[in-house]
């Protein structure tokens, strides 16, 4: 029997209990203002005609990248004043990730969830720092981590009082460049009391895969997605791109806008029955 997840609020959006699915999406990485704010206005467009709830996200910094020369994103000074500029000017609730704890207090000023790394899912400074923000907390699951490993980490982000906990689940490796997304991680971490996110593009990422860069195989977009809501998580995340091409992380996994909106019709669909058969 699975415990009914709480609800939590990220900004204007509730994710979580009885509410429907919800999307959280954006850039892999933030390439310039004018680019993120045209993304974040499409994507709104988009979920508004589809009345689904949307939370933007982007990071102003990928400090795990394959190679020394790969872009990074404009730093945590600007690229937070881009966010800003998206929260305001779109109203939207906006993520973003963070790497080292003593840059919580700055991202909390802006951000209404704040993300801590796969990698980093363990480091405990790193979480707490996110705890005490109060706002809430979005974990990414590593890919080294059984789903019910994850408990450990609720528990640290609930030593400080903050009991808004997200978990996203985004594959395990399996043998050398390759990520499976295990469906029984779902009602595992759900039952733990918490939302679960999957994260769409991530999972069909192909780690080191590449000449210098991360892989990626984002025809299996669609199909995890879909077999992920029909499992019961509680929102989409997914990384978009206009021109996947030419994106400066991750191009390889990002899913192009323009096949978005009819992904999401499918998905919310297919959420619509999960909901009413629970």
């Known amino acids: 029997m699975i415990q009914k997840v709480k609800e939590i609020n990220i900004g204007s959006v509730t994710v979580g209990g009885d509410h429907p699915l919800a999307l959280i999406a954006g850039l892999c990485v933030i390439e310039s203002a004018e680019h993120t704010l045209k993304i974040a206005s499409a994507l709104k467009d988009i979920c508004l005609r589809l009345s689904l709830p949307l939370v933007f996200k982007a990071s102003y910094d990928k400090a795990n990248r394959t190679s020394i020369t790969s872009y990074r994103g404009p730093g945590m000074e600007d690229g937070l004043r881009i966010l800003a500029d998206v929260k305001r000017e779109l109203d939207l609730p906006v993520l973003t990730d963070f790497h080292r704890a003593e840059d919580a207090v700055e991202v909390a000023k802006v951000v209404d969830i704040i993300q801590v790394p796969a990698f980093l899912c363990r480091q405990t400074d790193i979480i707490l720092a996110a705890a005490r923000t109060g706002l809430p907390v979005n974990v990414k699951k590593g890919q080294f981590l059984a789903p019910e490993d994850v408990e450990q980490i609720i528990k640290k982000v609930e030593s400080v009082g903050n009991r808004k906990i997200f978990i996203t689940e985004r594959g395990i490796s399996f043998g050398y460049h390759n990520l499976i997304s295990d469906m029984r991680a779902f009602p ?15 999972s069909v990422q192909l780690p080191g895969g590449g000449e210098g860069v991360t892989g990626g195989a984002r025809e299996y977009i669609p199909f995890l997605s879909r077999a992920a809501v029909a499992a019961g998580c509680d929102a989409i995340f997914m990384e978009v791109h206009d021109h996947p091409e030419s994106a400066l992380s991750d191009a390889s996994s990002v899913i192009p806008l323009n096949e978005l909106p009819d992904l999401l019709k499918m998905l919310i669909r297919i959420d619509q029955v999960v909901k009413n058969n629970e």
């Open 188 to 202: 595992i971490i759900r039952n733990l009391g918490y939302p679960v996110i999957f994260d769409a593009t991530h």
